[in-house]
């Protein structure tokens, strides 16, 4: 099999940027190359050609191959719904929300779907770069393991394992793995890698070497902290609250406890003129605000009741009253309605929850899930938009007779009767350039130059110089020889 794995000794320590990278690196070499995921963790997903849906990262990976997105890359999704549960998603399409202890039994069953889509990648390109899922060093989870050292072994692939200097700890994160793993699973690391580092590289020579002593992997290399990694879309909530921005026109995003495709705040980010505003339990909507964005949901009634915990119902009231405007995307538009009804459960226990009322229109949740790419128009702007529906659910109502969009002459979401407060299914809208300068004008932004697509593919192509630079591809791409 032409493949390599890249696993971490923890969540977040780079792996989803460092594997897009390395796949841009292996496309400017010539390669065909497409990215894996056995299994992903996160409510941020995207929709794929074949009509279903894939983590994000693995979306950004397939972006960075040059490819469309395909199920077959991140074959088993998990999106969480409460602590202790959460969707299961295999092969791009729902099958059912399970606890935690009902998905370990689930779990053997799974290397089947995992290892048909795998085989399929690596039998249509020349290297398929893997990414792994937290760290094998949770030896509580191997049996039955898809994420990690269960799937590497099962495709007898090799393994370069990840640390994260920038966390602190580095050599004890290699080491400490090599130690609890078993002689197996130890076996099938070739090397690691040193992520994060920032300063003088040569300062760390010393703890390097110790590593590979200690370890007697080989190392790949030291990759310095890449800056502009914050432009690239983002798959944890958590990456957009390091991202700071002072321009004159505030928007804030509530921050739900389930929120989900949130990489529609990407473009927004990197708006010069964008003073977004990630607003946390807790925190009161601020008085200055020209739009309080409500994102998506993977639980829309249990986060309006969040919602409405933190006290944010009274401060929309009161900024809506101000004449401030609101913009709700997904299970934020179904929240701004007079009711969501759930007759089967699908959203949590079965039952009715009252909207906040700000538009008058009613969701009632349907078992078939949306799942489609869109192109539409802009009702108010007449701009075409491309985007992607991701849903349970339906809703109508008075204020869909004045529609967000259209779509084959469809109409599509809703819009008060002064268009402040306006709601819609569609995802990625302000990837449009066009659509995000004429929608931020209204707000009082200057027309901004920012062309939000075309820099993706710079970041990435300076990620892939910025690895080649640091990092002995070479001997990397050599282990799916």
């Not at 078992?367 to 802009?378: F, G, N, R, S």
Request: proline share 4%.
């Amino acid at each position: 099999m032409s493949a390599v794995m890249f696993q971490g000794t923890g969540s977040n320590v780079g792996k989803s940027i460092l594997v897009a990278g390395l796949c841009r690196a292996a496309v400017n070499r010539g390669l065909t190359v497409a990215p894996f995921k056995p299994q992903n963790m996160s409510n941020n997903a995207a929709v794929t050609v074949n009509g279903g849906e894939i983590g994000r990262a693995q979306a950004l990976q397939a972006r960075a191959c040059n490819l469309s997105f395909h199920t077959d890359m991140n074959p088993i999704l998990l999106k969480p719904e409460t602590e202790t549960g959460a969707q299961v998603v295999i092969q791009g399409q729902r099958h059912s929300s399970l606890k935690a202890r009902d998905y370990s039994k689930l779990k053997p069953q799974l290397m089947i779907p995992v290892l048909e889509s795998f085989n399929r990648l690596s039998a249509a390109y020349d290297l398929v770069l893997v990414e792994g899922a937290g760290s094998p060093a949770e030896i509580n989870l191997r049996k039955n393991d898809i994420a990690n050292m269960g799937f590497a072994l099962a495709a007898d692939i090799p393994v370069v394992l990840i640390g994260d200097i920038d966390r602190g700890g580095v050599i004890a994160q290699l080491v400490g793995t090599k130690t609890v793993l078993s002689d197996e699973d130890e076996q099938q690391i070739s090397g690691f890698i040193v992520n994060k580092f920032r300063g003088d590289i040569s300062l760390f020579d010393d703890g390097y070497q110790m590593i590979a002593e200690r370890t007697g992997w080989y190392g790949f290399g030291v990759l310095s902290y890449f800056d502009d990694a914050w432009r690239l879309p983002a798959e944890d909530a958590l990456d957009h609250s390091a991202r700071s921005s002072s321009g004159p026109v505030k928007i804030v995003c509530l921050c739900l406890s389930r929120m989900a495709n949130f990489d529609d705040l990407d473009p927004l980010a990197q708006e010069e003129s964008v003073d977004l505003v990630m607003l946390k339990a807790g925190q009161s909507i601020p008085g200055d605000a020209e739009l309080v964005l409500i994102p998506g949901s993977k639980s829309t009634r249990s986060d309006l009741a969040f919602l409405r915990d933190q006290g944010w119902d009274i401060d929309l009231y009161a900024h809506r009253r101000r004449g401030g405007h609101i913009l709700g995307l997904c299970g934020g538009y179904q929240m701004l309605g007079d009711t969501i009804v759930d007759p089967k459960g699908l959203d949590g226990p079965a039952g009715e929850t009252k909207g906040l009322g700000l538009l008058k229109v009613n969701t009632i949740m349907k078992a078939d899930k949306t799942l489609c790419e869109v192109e539409a128009v802009h009702v108010r702007s007449g701009l075409r938009v491309s985007g992607y529906e991701i849903h349970l659910g339906a809703t109508t109502g008075l204020d869909t007779e004045r529609p967000f969009a259209s779509i084959d002459k469809k109409s599509e979401g809703a819009c008060s009767a002064d268009s402040r407060v306006q709601g819609s299914y569609l995802h990625g809208l302000f990837c449009e350039d066009n659509f995000r300068r004429s929608f931020l004008n209204e707000l009082g932004a200057p027309i901004s130059n920012l062309s939000y697509n075309a820099g993706i593919d710079d970041v990435l192509n300076q990620l892939a110089d910025h690895i080649e630079q640091s990092l002995d591809v070479d001997a990397i791409f050599a282990l799916a020889r």
